[in-house]
């Protein structure tokens, strides 16, 4: 029999870019026992939910909650708006972007996928262009990946808001933030987003298992036309069930529980210090890479994530191998490279439940890794984040 918790002694640092810590207050909350989801205290706790995820999203408008991972959201925002054949724009900014793409195609989507390099975000000027010579508009939807967490860059979506008004081009405008919800300052009504796509495992601090989709006007009323095949994804069923506080299928009880608690949690906190705070440790990390002699993958400042940092090796040294050695000598997960970074680049996660003394037991399990795995670097990028955190 496997067993679930073989760790040596202390906490194991995951510090993958999600799934992310769960903090003690989060477990306590899952820890309870399930009720009956069509009772009246379970109605108490969604609307609580509810309520609470729409100052999360920063929206008034619906938010709809899935019992799935992240990908089942993006099939979500497609079924509910888009019919076969419609023609989308999307970014390739990474190997998420490139998965989402992948659906679209599936889906019989037409996507016009814009080739990018994997270390820069969404250009507006590149969305201006298409969509500006999109007389007819026959691009139904902008599709932009926020924060790529496999590169660890992240686009600026008010400029690309600015850029889909300025060529007045009806087109919905969809964002995922599995990785920046609750970590980056994100504004689902004020930028005008149709469907942002979120998922529970990163920066809301729970186990993978839920997934988000908060919904504008706009986006509902194309849910009334679109005609891609949905069931269980279709909104407008979840959002009348959910007026009285329930769903129309089993919802995750203990799931939600901790849900509850996560938005409690953030919002004590307050979302601009949660902010500020991913800004801090996002560059006190930087800090430390620069101070390693090491290469971000980010190759724009302003575009280099808060809440996850990816780091390049010299070529010739196997960022797996680094990453296994840290994880056998300090206990300690790091991202893996995807897609075509496989081998190329290892993620440091810092997002979630984290503070300035869990980034610096982080950079120093990387900085005591890099010479084990004969990395050719400098000294003193732990001390380089110190400097910084303790000045900042
Ligand atoms: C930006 C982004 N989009 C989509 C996904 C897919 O989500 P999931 O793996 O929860 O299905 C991930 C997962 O890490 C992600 O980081």
Redesign the pocket.
């Known amino acids: 029999m496997l067993r679930l918790d073989d760790h040596p002694s202390g906490r194991h640092f995951l510090q993958i ?2 799934p992310t810590n769960v903090p003690d207050r989060i477990l306590r909350a899952l820890d309870h026992p399930t009720i009956d989801h069509r009772g009246p205290e379970f109605a108490r706790l969604t609307l609580a939910i509810l309520d609470g995820l729409k100052k999360i999203f920063q929206t008034d408008g619906p938010v709809i909650i899935y019992p ?7 099939e979500a925002a497609l079924a509910n708006t888009l019919s076969a054949g419609d023609r989308v724009l999307m970014f390739e900014t990474g190997h ?2 490139t ?2 793409r992948k659906m679209a195609g599936k889906f019989g989507l037409e996507v016009d996928f814009v080739a990018g390099d994997w270390r820069s975000g969404v250009d507006p000027a590149a969305v201006e262009a298409k969509l500006a010579a999109d007389k007819a508009h026959a691009i139904k939807a902008v599709m932009v ?6 590169t660890g860059v992240t686009s600026r979506i008010p400029a690309i808001r600015d850029v889909i008004d300025r060529t007045r081009h009806p087109a919905l405008f969809m964002v ?5 919800l609750a970590s980056l300052d994100y504004r689902h009504q004020e930028w005008r987003v149709d469907v942002t ?1 979120a ?1 529970s ?2 920066g809301l601090m729970l186990p ?1 298992g839920l ?1 988000f989709n908060a919904v504008s006007e706009k986006a509902l009323a194309a849910s009334k036309s679109a005609r891609l095949p949905r069931s269980y994804w279709g909104w407008d069923e979840i959002i009348a069930s959910n007026r009285d506080g329930y769903f129309p299928y089993t919802p995750s009880t203990n799931l939600l529980y901790g849900l509850h608690e996560s938005i409690a949690m953030l919002l004590e906190e307050g979302l601009p210090a949660v902010f500020a705070r991913h800004r801090r440790h996002g560059e006190a990390t930087r800090r430390a890479v620069r101070a390693w002699n090491l290469e971000l993958l980010c190759r724009n400042a302003e575009e280099c994530s808060d809440s996850l940092t990816a780091i390049m090796l010299p070529d010739g040294h196997d960022a797996d191998r680094f990453r296994r050695i840290v994880l056998e000598r300090f206990d300690m997960s790091l991202g893996t490279g995807l897609g075509k970074l496989a081998g190329k680049v290892f993620r440091i996660g810092h997002l979630g439940f984290f503070n300035d003394l869990t980034l610096c037991g982080t950079l120093a399990g990387v900085e005591m890794g890099l010479p084990l795995a004969g990395v050719p670097h400098r000294a003193g990028g732990v001390q380089a984040a110190m400097e910084y955190l303790a000045k900042a």
Request: charged residues 10%; hydrophobic residues 35%.
């Open positions: 870019p999600g799935a991972s992240g990908t089942g959201a993006w998420f972007a998965l989402w990946v926020h924060n790529e967490t496999s995922d933030t599995i990785s920046s796509v998922g495992q990163k993978p997934s």
